[in-house]
């Protein structure tokens, strides 16, 4: 790990260094999952914890961004675990503070405003459809753009597995965006 025998020996700088390179990403990572700011902002800092306390458990051979990452998944699991178990819709937040980028344009009219307004509110149906699994896996792959071998070791699945997730969650989304698609296009 790129920093961790001086975090290791208590090197608070060196922590700072560590938090500062991946918290960006991290909180991308957990907002996506999450569905709202105050959630992400928790379950990244839930992660440096136990980061920080689990430093003698690190394994070199992985990288320390796949590591962070796994433990910010795993958090966000959590989390999102336990708003299914109180009934909660995951991700039910406004559509335009989602996160999710707009469609790309040089000029944005209304028209394409609106569409990308619909986009990201059908997105955010089929990821409330997702398992926490498929949707940590569609995020890293289709958001963060990680490699499908990183995507397997942040979440703990041999690569078949993520394959699956990753598929399981794209039919998801096609499933919703299908009927709009068809019904948009002249």
């Known amino acids: 790990m790129e920093d961790a025998a001086g975090v290791r020996a208590g090197d608070q700088e060196a922590f700072r260094l560590l938090v500062e390179r991946h918290s960006h990403a991290l909180f991308r990572l957990a907002y996506r999952m999450t569905g709202n700011e105050h959630d992400a902002e928790d379950v990244v800092q839930e992660a440096l914890v136990k980061a920080?306390?689990?430093?003698?458990?690190?394994?070199e051979r992985a990288g320390v961004g796949t590591w962070l990452y796994r433990i910010t998944a795993n958090c966000a699991f959590d989390l999102l675990r336990s708003r299914q178990r109180r009934g909660r819709l995951i991700g039910g937040g406004d559509p335009d503070e989602d996160g999710f980028p707009e469609a790309p344009s040089t000029d944005p009219g209304p028209d394409r405003l609106a569409t990308s307004s619909e986009i990201r509110q059908r997105v955010d149906v089929a990821l409330a459809r997702?398992?926490?699994?498929?949707?940590?896996?569609?995020?890293?792959?289709?958001?963060?753009?990680?490699?499908?071998?990183?995507?397997?070791?942040?979440?703990?699945?041999?690569?078949?597995?993520?394959?699956?997730?990753?598929?399981r969650a794209v039919r998801k989304v096609r499933q919703v965006l299908g009927p709009w698609v068809e019904g948009a296009l002249p």
């Open 52 to 59: 920080y306390r689990g430093l003698d458990r690190f394994e």
């Open 130 to 167: 997702m398992s926490a699994r498929e949707r940590s896996a569609f995020v890293l792959r289709h958001f963060e753009g990680r490699p499908l071998q990183e995507i397997g070791e942040s979440l703990g699945m041999d690569l078949s597995a993520t394959k699956q997730s990753i598929l």
